[in-house]
């Protein structure tokens, strides 16, 4: 018969928590579902706001385009929580490269045309610098 070491069970019945714990833990961070219905998508264009939407109302796929006095076009993407430029007609395309947002971490930019998109919770609890 095997001996078996008490430490050794010990410390695997330890890691084997610590990852269930940390399994919990990236579950609550990946699909936080009850933020969502709480953001808002605020759109400016030349430092205007053009529209407010609140992600959480959205139930199906539309787009709204923005053109400018000189013409440059975006067209912007609203899907059931979260928000993209589909398309602009800027040289660098970083704004669509950037795909979509669900979160108030970092906003869509579109410097050459003047257009951004932010997202901001409606539900009171504003996030601090601890929270991101």
């Keep these: 018969m095997y001996k078996v070491n008490k430490i050794a069970v010990v410390l695997g019945?330890?890691?084997?928590?610590?990852?269930?714990?940390?399994l919990i833990a990236v579950r609550q961070i990946v699909e936080p579902s009850d933020i969502i219905p709480y953001q808002t998508a605020d759109i400016y264009h030349n430092g205007i706001l053009v529209e407010s939407i609140s992600l959480g109302l959205v139930s199906e796929t539309w787009c709204l385009t923005l053109v400018s006095e000189n013409g440059n076009v975006n067209e912007i993407e609203i899907r059931p929580g979260e928000i993209g430029m589909l398309y602009a007609d800027c040289p660098d395309q970083l704004c669509v490269k950037q795909g979509f947002i669900s979160n108030s971490h970092l906003p869509i930019t579109c410097l050459p045309n003047r257009v951004v998109i932010t997202l901001r919770n409606t539900d009171g609890v504003q996030p601090d610098a601890v929270t991101y």
């Design 13 to 22: 019945i330890g890691i084997l928590l610590l990852f269930i714990i940390c």
